[in-house]
């Protein structure tokens, strides 16, 4: 589904002594079948501006646009209810959101509020256990007898079974070990590889993840959006990033560096330990020391 903010405001505690202004009238359009990741300083506005893309919340002014939905100030929830089951946040801290008694009842619980038979909606849930990692001989377990990590993972296989067609996680790795990290990570992709109009909106931290990952990254600061574009382009704006106080990833770090002590003319954009290796090679070639490594 396609995603278009128009003049899109949000004010926490409106009229009252604490307003806060979050989102301070930006446009942006995200094409369907993308992924994307939403990158920025803690406070910027990341969580505030993709809860309006399932109506969690809805804008103090301006539009916003998701697939055939239009929600506005004034847009009833009921409008809303639709759209919920094609547009799926993954919070963070998923794994606070459990709350049945078995492994499988909490995954199959959504798809049977939309609709599906109790027996498809198990057999959906089944299919999304497995593909997040956890063992068939956990499904009956309560979910709380398991890791965090699990935990996690059960979590998001009930939003991978509701079968949605945008897919929103806001900072899904976050406290995971680094294996964990990848390995959720991967299943998001190929969760979003396996069909066209599949997107996925990621706000994270790591800027790994955004590089590799995605096909655009947007960057918001103070409640509005900076910068849209693909990873090379954005992160090759590594001072603009740092006065937001944003990294860029340690591929980039690493070539930004032998850029600025050789005066070299080269690219910075790699974000793949074979990439990087390519461009440190390159430029050992261009230095005339590449016959001695
Ligand atoms: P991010 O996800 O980029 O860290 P948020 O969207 O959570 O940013 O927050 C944007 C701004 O709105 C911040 O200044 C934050 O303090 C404020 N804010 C977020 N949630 C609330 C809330 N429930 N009540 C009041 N202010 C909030
Ligand atoms: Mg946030």
Redesign the pocket.
């Known amino acids: 589904m396609q995603i278009k903010a128009d003049n899109l405001t949000y004010k926490?505690?409106k009229n009252t002594p604490?307003e806060?202004e979050?989102l301070k009238g930006f446009n942006i359009t995200i094409p369907e079948g993308r992924f994307t990741s939403v990158i920025?300083?803690?406070?910027?506005?990341?969580?505030?501006?993709i809860q309006h893309l399932n109506g969690l919340l809805k804008p103090s002014s301006g539009t916003v646009a998701v697939g055939d939905w239009t929600i506005r100030a004034d847009t009833k929830q009921k409008h809303l209810y639709e759209l919920r089951r094609h547009a799926s946040i993954v919070f963070q801290f998923p794994e606070h959101q459990l709350f049945h008694e078995t492994v499988l009842s909490d995954v199959a619980y959504g798809p049977v509020n939309f609709g599906l038979s109790k027996l498809e909606a198990e057999k959906r849930a089944k299919e999304y256990l497995e593909l997040a990692g956890i063992h068939p001989d956990m499904f009956d377990r309560s979910p709380f007898d398991l890791s965090g990590g699990q935990m996690r993972r059960v979590a998001i296989a009930g939003v991978l079974a509701l079968n949605p067609k945008l897919l929103i996680l806001d900072e899904p790795t976050a406290g995971l070990d680094p294996e964990g990290q990848v390995k959720m990570m991967e299943l998001f992709y190929d969760w979003f590889q396996e069909k066209k109009e599949r997107s996925i909106i990621l706000?994270t931290h790591q800027m790994e993840d955004a590089a590799r990952y995605s096909d655009e990254i947007v960057l918001?600061d103070k409640?509005t959006v900076k910068d849209q574009g693909r990873p090379h382009q954005v992160f090759s704006k590594a001072g603009e990033l740092k006065a937001m106080g944003l990294s860029v990833p340690e591929s980039v770090k690493l070539l930004s560096m032998l850029r600025e002590q050789s005066g070299e003319d080269m690219s910075t954009a790699a974000f793949t330990l074979e990439e990087t290796v390519d461009q440190v090679l390159e430029f050992l070639r261009k230095r005339g020391v590449s016959d001695r490594v």
């Open positions: 926490y505690m604490f806060k979050a920025g300083h803690t406070g910027s506005g990341k969580s505030t501006f706000v918001m409640g």
